[in-house]
């Protein structure tokens, strides 16, 4: 039975930050030049000029990913150093505002603005997104969609372990992934429907390029579904879009790991004429909504079993249930980091720590908020770099 590669790529977007005042900077430009000449087209610009994405090379497993991931960051906070900027990956900026960004002026972001408005300028978010390579035939576009269907379900459990945006506008949100929320905003996002085939797919991509809704005069441009998890033909890919960037590399690349992983399962099932049960899409939003809300602290549904469930327990299971193929990717630790995330928490976990313990100590909210951006710095280069004073 066709087995695909599941090679890695990870895209991670990144905040640009000023080192004085520790809010949002428009400096992609400035930084493109220098960053271009170091890292050559892994470097691209966003949405808005306080953003910056890189994206690994194609990945042979995930040790190889590792080392791509720690220099990438090395490389654009060396960048960012050299013009009085700090980079920062948290999914939203604790205190700076939409309204104090600028959009990049590139033809796909006029494009995308025009369309979008006001819902596009909100998007002041940042999102890693996971590719594992299928091949780019015909057989690797139908198995493309059968594991997506089936990979859904593991969407929300995902985000819970990456969630690194409890903070907006300077206000803690009482989320621990505020971008999910402020993503789902635009049409054609979060959890995909299920399909029969590729062809299914094919076809419902041709209506929406016919009718104008992928890119200006009807162009056929199936990046602009912005699912949580979507084929993406062009790079013959699964591409996950559900975490929330994180704030370190460690964190990343257990995500990527579990990402990799359930879906080596998934088709380590399949070749014993198996499938995980295709679960409403209804339920399957219940549960982010809860991930997005509560993170590793809260309960997800068992939809089996008809009962909410500890994230810790279901995580457990998670684990036992890729058990089989972890020692073939050679992940078992990289997943098993899981646990440490579950003990030590999430990044959204640790910057509201911070921020408490600030206000605790006599902070204002200003002054703390200030504080979760220093932590946030600090942890985006752990082992990365070694900068006194970043």
Same mark, same amino acid.
């Given at each position: 039975?066709?087995?695909?590669?599941?090679?890695?790529?990870?895209?991670?977007?990144?905040? =640009?930050?000023?080192?004085?005042?520790?809010?949002?900077?428009?400096?992609?430009?400035?930084? +493109?030049?220098?960053?271009?000449?170091?890292?050559?087209?892994?470097?691209?610009?966003?949405?808005?000029?306080?953003?910056?994405?890189?994206?690994?090379?194609?990945?042979?497993?995930?040790?190889?990913?590792?080392?791509?991931?720690?220099?990438?960051?090395?490389?654009?906070?060396?960048?960012?150093?050299?013009?009085?900027?700090?980079?920062?990956?948290?999914?939203?900026?604790?205190?700076?505002?939409? !309204?104090?960004?600028?959009?990049?002026?590139?033809?796909?972001?006029?494009?995308?603005?025009?369309?979008?408005?006001?819902? *596009?300028?909100?998007?002041?978010?940042?999102?890693? !997104?996971? !590719?594992?390579?299928? *091949?780019?035939?015909?057989?690797?576009?139908?198995?493309?969609?059968?594991?997506?269907?089936?990979?859904?379900?593991?969407?929300?459990?995902?985000?819970?372990?990456?969630?690194?945006?409890?903070?907006?506008?300077?206000?803690?949100?009482?989320?621990?992934?505020?971008?999910?929320?402020?993503?789902?905003?635009?049409?054609?996002?979060?959890?995909?429907?299920?399909?029969?085939?590729?062809?299914?797919?094919?076809?419902?991509?041709?209506?929406?390029?016919?009718?104008?809704?992928?890119?200006?005069?009807?162009?056929?441009?199936?990046?602009?579904?912005?699912?949580?998890?979507?084929?993406?033909?062009?790079? *013959?890919? +699964?591409?996950?879009?559900?975490?929330?960037?994180?704030?370190?590399?460690?964190?990343?690349?257990?995500?990527?790991?579990?990402?990799?992983?359930?879906?080596?399962?998934?088709?380590?099932?399949?070749?014993?004429?198996?499938?995980?049960?295709?679960?409403?899409?209804?339920?399957?939003?219940?549960?982010?909504?809860?991930?997005?809300?509560?993170? =590793?602290?809260?309960?997800?549904?068992?939809?089996?079993?008809?009962?909410?469930?500890?994230?810790?327990?279901?995580?457990?299971?998670?684990?036992?249930?890729?058990?089989?193929?972890?020692?073939?990717?050679?992940?078992?630790?990289?997943?098993?980091?899981?646990?440490?995330?579950?003990?030590?928490?999430?990044?959204?976990?640790?910057?509201?720590?911070?921020?408490?313990?600030?206000?605790?100590? *006599?902070?204002?909210?200003?002054?703390? +908020?200030?504080?979760?951006?220093?932590?946030?710095?600090?942890?985006?280069?752990?082992?990365?770099?070694?900068?006194?004073?970043?």
């Amino acid at each position: 039975m066709f087995r695909p590669p599941l090679t890695l790529g990870i895209e991670e977007e990144y905040m =640009i930050v000023d080192a004085k005042s520790r809010a949002l900077s428009s400096s992609v430009t400035e930084m +493109l030049a220098r960053g271009r000449e170091m890292i050559g087209d892994q470097l691209k610009v966003e949405f808005m000029q306080s953003q910056i994405e890189i994206g690994t090379k194609v990945c042979k497993d995930i040790k190889e990913a590792r080392e791509e991931l720690i220099w990438l960051r090395r490389a654009v906070a060396q960048v960012a150093i050299e013009n009085g900027k700090r980079i920062a990956a948290a999914a939203t900026h604790p205190f700076s505002k939409i !309204h104090e960004q600028d959009i990049t002026d590139a033809e796909r972001y006029r494009e995308l603005l025009a369309d979008l408005q006001y819902v *596009g300028r909100r998007l002041l978010i940042f999102g890693m !997104h996971i !590719h594992m390579g299928f *091949g780019t035939d015909d057989a690797a576009h139908e198995l493309t969609i059968d594991i997506m269907n089936q990979l859904r379900y593991f969407l929300p459990h995902v985000l819970s372990i990456s969630t690194s945006s409890p903070f907006w506008h300077g206000r803690n949100t009482g989320l621990k992934s505020y971008r999910a929320v402020i993503f789902e905003n635009l049409p054609r996002t979060g959890i995909p429907p299920v399909f029969s085939s590729y062809q299914e797919y094919d076809h419902m991509v041709e209506v929406f390029a016919k009718v104008g809704s992928l890119a200006k005069g009807g162009g056929k441009d199936p990046s602009r579904l912005w699912w949580d998890v979507r084929p993406s033909p062009r790079f *013959g890919t +699964l591409e996950v879009r559900a975490a929330d960037v994180c704030t370190t590399v460690d964190e990343a690349i257990c995500v990527a790991s579990v990402v990799q992983a359930l879906t080596a399962k998934l088709l380590k099932l399949r070749a014993n004429n198996q499938s995980w049960r295709l679960y409403r899409t209804e339920f399957i939003r219940e549960n982010k909504w809860r991930a997005s809300r509560y993170g =590793i602290e809260g309960e997800l549904v068992d939809f089996g079993i008809e009962k909410a469930v500890p994230l810790t327990q279901l995580w457990e299971e998670i684990l036992e249930l890729i058990d089989d193929v972890v020692d073939e990717l050679g992940t078992r630790a990289e997943c098993e980091y899981v646990r440490t995330i579950l003990k030590n928490g999430t990044s959204a976990d640790r910057q509201l720590a911070t921020y408490y313990q600030a206000l605790d100590d *006599g902070c204002t909210n200003e002054e703390a +908020l200030h504080l979760v951006v220093d932590r946030i710095i600090t942890e985006t280069v752990q082992g990365v770099i070694d900068q006194p004073g970043v």
